[in-house]
């Protein structure tokens, strides 16, 4: 369906368990916002977090978006057996004297960061300021994780964060960027829960590529369930596999995502074809920030 690959956008599912209603809402928007201005789409399964992945749930993703009529371009990439890859550009960035390795437990960042009066989330630095004895004596009783370093203005905000974890898998921000740099993508929607990442990512992709141009990074707002709670794969949130079994189709699936997005006026039944054929890249952009 698409022209000339201008636009390249991507889903990239963590195959964690079924897709929910919320994902499959994000998966269709970031779909219809590369078809409407004839760009490619790709899929990549982020399958890193082995102990997370839920046998058969990828095979599962590529059949809910296949029923719902979102095609993608080219094979689906899985960052699992890409991490040849990853452990090149960290090696990288450790060459250049952007890392280092940190010892600190969730408690230890947690009273930091209060003692310091710093803001929940961003790491204080300890592990920074650890002389080379300091932290050879240390990496002798446990495994570290790896940081980058960030510049001054974003230390408050952002943080030196992993690109490493303690167990060795390469951390999400990490390959992320890798990935979204190597596939060519030059447009990311995806939910706001992801919104504390974006300056993450487009200051990994600086130091690996300076020369790149900056992805363009769109949020979506999440669905939530019934409680007003953010919907999870793990808590039996309704999928389409459930949606299915209740004899639901995807055409009435498709209305309801498109008119909960805000993309469409009425809830109605509608194909994906329909649906493409109805939405203009304005109401698009409308919900997205
Ligand atoms: N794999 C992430 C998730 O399923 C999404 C990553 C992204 O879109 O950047 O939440």
Same mark, same amino acid.
């Given at each position: 369906m698409y022209t000339s690959g201008k636009i390249v956008g991507r889903y990239a599912p963590s195959p964690t368990g079924q897709l929910h209603f919320g994902n499959l809402r994000t998966a269709l928007l970031a779909w219809l916002h590369v078809r409407l201005q004839g760009g490619r789409f790709i899929v990549r399964m982020e399958d890193l977090d082995i102990p997370r992945v839920v046998p058969g749930s990828a095979d599962q993703i590529l059949r809910d978006l296949d029923w719902l009529g979102l095609d993608w371009d080219g094979p689906v990439l899985y960052q699992s057996q890409r991490n040849e890859l990853y452990q090149s550009a960290l090696s990288t960035l450790t060459a250049r004297g952007l890392t280092y390795q940190c010892f600190c437990s969730r408690k230890n960042i947690q009273a930091a960061t209060e003692a310091s009066r710093g803001v929940m989330g961003v790491y204080p630095g300890t592990c920074k300021k650890l002389l080379p004895d300091e932290s050879k004596a240390l990496s002798s009783g446990k495994n570290p994780a790896t940081r980058v370093i960030v510049p001054h203005h974003m230390?408050?905000?952002?943080? $030196?964060?992993?690109?490493?974890?303690? $167990?060795s898998l390469f951390a999400y921000q990490l390959a992320v960027t890798i990935d979204d740099l190597d596939q060519g993508v030059t447009d990311v929607v995806r939910g706001e829960d992801l919104l504390d990442s974006t300056p993450k990512q487009l200051y990994l992709a600086k130091l690996l590529e300076p020369g790149i141009f900056p992805i363009n990074y769109w949020h979506a707002a999440l669905m939530l369930d019934n409680n007003g709670s953010k919907m999870s794969k793990r808590d039996g949130s309704i999928s389409a596999e459930v949606w299915r079994c209740q004899g639901g189709t995807a055409e009435e699936l498709l209305g309801y995502l498109a008119f909960t997005a805000g993309i469409i006026d009425s809830e109605k039944t509608i194909n994906i074809n329909e649906l493409i054929g109805s939405v203009n890249t304005d109401a698009l952009f409308s919900v997205l920030s």
């Open positions: 230390l408050s905000t952002v943080g $030196d964060f992993v690109v490493q974890r303690a $167990d």
